[in-house]
């Protein structure tokens, strides 16, 4: 990327106000929360982060929480961005791929800009342990004409700003806002907005004919645009040759309708430009003598303010909020006490008669944008926050860490699970599809009641860790890594993680294979199948009743004809385990998968236990009143468990060593392993 030097002019010495030099350190990466309908003050902001918080060591990407034009109209279309829509303001479904997200692709600090964001942002945060931080740009107290919407907003924003590492405001007024609301004084650091200068002012004379005004912004109600309108009417009727240059798009199509009617009404429709959205607001600045911005509400410290200044455009602007720290009134503008239209025209009327010099404001503005509200200032002080958070959050990290950027081994009863995410194991397989080096490689996932089986039975053990890769399945397995003091990185069960992984792989030319459960149910499943992923071929399917062994031999000359790259087996387990590893050799697939359930699943004849069961880790309750015959497996299995796990903590029972393997080392022997499977195989019993 393509960058400048900073701005030799000091910044200014508010309170928390930080500066500080480049320092070239290793790229971290930054992932920034937006709601993304629109493109208005704060998307600017962040899209001006992106473009430079380069310089500085830090690398953005964004994740778009509602639809709408952030994803087309940022300039910053280099860094990557995640759609993760919300359904409403309290959905918090997204954080859990967000989550995944932040994991696989090794983001290290969360940016949020609005409560929605923040939100989300928390929970990602608690989810992966990367710490927050939260950009306050107005007062959420204040943000609409619904009072109870306020309020909402603004309780959830006092919550929100407890959870965050960081709490950066754009304006001492922002500053002040925020302590009112609780906020913690130490994490709260000012950092004021700013965007690119020019490196000299364009020469401009004042006008002699008509005075062209300007407002640009996302319109709604606070905006005082209706005001503006009526200042307008008034002007011309006076007989002042001015109009209005009306640049932005309206926050509802409702409301865009409601004022051009009183802008018809005021006999304005020959007298008004509505430009609309544009990406290029410096150019319409350039055709602007005056640029006004009626606020009703307090403002943070609004970006088009800053734009007017650095394009020497005189500004009329409300005094509220942050606006009299970037407007010094006379000096760089006129601030007027409220948004009515008597105060607009008073305002437009000093300038036109040059009561206040219009060449003498221009130059003024110009100067202290360049001085005071640059966009390099704004980005160096807000890569000295991250690095603040980073240095404190890497120092509580070495007491108690929580994030794990690569796989590992957690053995459990001596089976040894690999702790992944979803994102790495997708990759994982997809690398052993293309390898395709005629060698089967298997996957398991493994729950509570799969280690029960294990523990009790060396040889299916042995089974087990002859995998490639054996996936923590369930609450239960969770609860014994945490015994360990290892938290999990994500609950990767089979009946989850294969929609995703033929969803993510999808248009690859990818084939899978279907064997397991009643002839009825794997053909209802293919049709499923095939309805549901059609980025990949399905080659076949076939029942698990393989007992005959002319059936048996016929379904393995049926898939080493078809050579699928993935084959699902849905038998149970430990019968599907033992099925892989004692016929794996005789298979030419890419992976095969041992999926459970996940065939009946499919086919609808049996349901899963209600997802928010599923969310909290209660699946295995719902399981248990939806699959009565399954009662006992929990009933009596779940303590079971428990109390291994406790001895097995304490040291008072040992599963034997178990040769630790990388996810992607060569399995065991198989003869040995096939072995085992044998002479197991009638010992215990599949469900």
């Known amino acids: 990327m393509t960058t400048s030097s900073l701005n030799s002019v000091p910044l200014s010495t508010s309170p928390n106000v930080v500066s500080s030099e480049v320092v070239s350190q290793r790229t971290i990466r930054v992932l920034h929360l937006v709601n993304g309908d629109h493109y208005a003050g704060a998307e600017k902001v962040l899209d001006l982060l992106a473009g430079n918080l380069g310089q500085f060591g830090f690398e953005v990407g964004f994740a778009q929480l509602k639809p709408g034009c952030f994803a087309e109209a940022r300039n910053s279309q280099d860094a990557p961005l995640f759609e993760a829509p919300m359904r409403g303001k ?36 608690r989810l992966t342990g990367v710490p927050l931080a939260y950009h306050i740009h107005s007062a959420t107290a204040e943000e609409s004409t619904s009072g109870l919407r306020n309020r909402v907003n603004a309780a959830i ?60 912004s996302l319109f709604r109600p606070r905006k005082g645009l209706e005001d503006l309108l009526e200042a307008v009417a008034r002007l011309r009727r006076e007989g002042a040759p001015v109009r209005l240059r009306a640049v932005g798009g309206f926050e509802t199509p409702e409301y865009e309708q409601e004022v051009k009617r009183y802008a018809t009404a005021m006999k304005l429709d020959n007298v008004v430009d509505w430009i609309g959205f544009t990406r290029d607001v410096p150019a319409e600045m350039a055709q602007m003598d005056l640029f006004l911005l009626p606020s009703r509400f307090r403002e943070g410290l609004p970006m088009v303010i800053v734009e ?7 500004t009329i602007a409300t005094n509220t909020g942050g606006i009299p720290e970037a407007i010094r009134d006379g000096q760089d503008g006129l601030l007027i006490p409220s948004a009515d239209a008597a105060d607009i025209v008073h305002a437009v009327r000093r300038l036109m008669r040059d009561d206040a010099s219009w060449s ?32 404190e959050h890497r120092s509580d990290a070495k007491v108690q860490p929580t994030v794990h950027a690569t796989d590992r081994k957690v053995s459990v009863f001596g089976v040894e699970i690999t702790d992944t995410t979803f994102d790495r194991a997708i990759r994982f397989i997809e690398s052993a599809i293309r390898k395709r080096d005629y060698q089967t490689r ?25 995998a490639e890769a054996i996936y923590a399945d ?85 898939i080493n004809a078809i050579q699928p790259d993935l084959l699902l ?77 406790a001895l097995e903590r304490l040291g008072w029972k040992k599963y034997g060593p178990i040769e630790a393997k990388p996810a992607s080392d060569p399995h065991r022997s198989r003869d040995e392993t096939a072995k085992s499977a044998r002479i197991d195989s009638e010992k215990c019993n599949a469900q």
């Open 360 to 391: 003498a404001i221009r130059q003024s503005a110009w100067q202290r944008q360049r001085e005071q509200f640059s966009d390099r200032a704004m980005s160096q002080q807000v890569a000295k926050v991250y690095r603040r958070v980073l240095q």
């Open 569 to 645: 087996v849905g038998m149970g387990n430990p019968i599907q385990e033992r099925w892989i590893a004692e016929h794996r050799d005789q298979l030419n697939v890419g992976v095969c998968m041992g999926v459970g359930g996940l065939i009946d699943y499919w086919s609808g004849s049996i349901r899963r236990a209600h997802r928010l069961l599923r969310r909290c880790g209660y699946e295995w309750l719902g399981v248990m009143f939806l699959q009565p015959k399954k009662a006992k497996r929990y009933l009596l299995g779940n303590p079971m468990f428990l109390i291994r796990v």
């Open 474 to 558: 369930g609450t239960g397995v969770r609860w014994a890594a945490r015994a360990q003091g290892i938290r999990l990185q994500e609950n990767v069960n089979g009946t989850d993680f294969t929609p995703e992984l033929f969803t993510r792989l999808s248009g690859n030319d990818f084939s899978y294979y279907l064997l397991g459960a009643s002839p009825d149910s794997v053909a209802k499943a293919a049709a499923y199948a095939r309805e549901n992923f059609p980025g990949w071929q399905q080659a076949g399917f076939h029942h698990g009743y393989l007992d005959d062994e002319e059936v048996r031999e016929e379904a393995i000359a049926e």
């Open 90 to 125: 309290l959905d918090i479904r997204p954080a859990w791929s967000l989550a995944r997200l932040v994991r696989d692709e090794g983001y290290e600090l969360l940016h949020a800009h609005t409560p929605r964001g923040a939100l989300v942002g928390s929970i990602v945060s």
């Open 157 to 216: 924003e006092r919550r929100l700003m407890h959870r965050s590492a960081a709490l950066i405001a754009v304006s001492e007024a922002m500053h002040a806002y925020a302590i009112d609301q609780g906020a913690d004084a130490g994490r709260l650091t000012l950092v004021r907005n700013g965007v690119p200068s020019l490196f000299e002012l364009p020469a401009r004379e004042k006008p002699t004919g008509e005075w062209v005004l300007g407002a640009v």
């Open 308 to 314: 007017a200044m650095a394009a020497g455009v005189p």
């Open 442 to 466: 298997s996957i398991y996932y493994v729950n509570a009641n799969t280690l029960n089986f294990a523990a009790s039975e060396p040889g299916f053990r042995e089974v087990l860790n002859s």
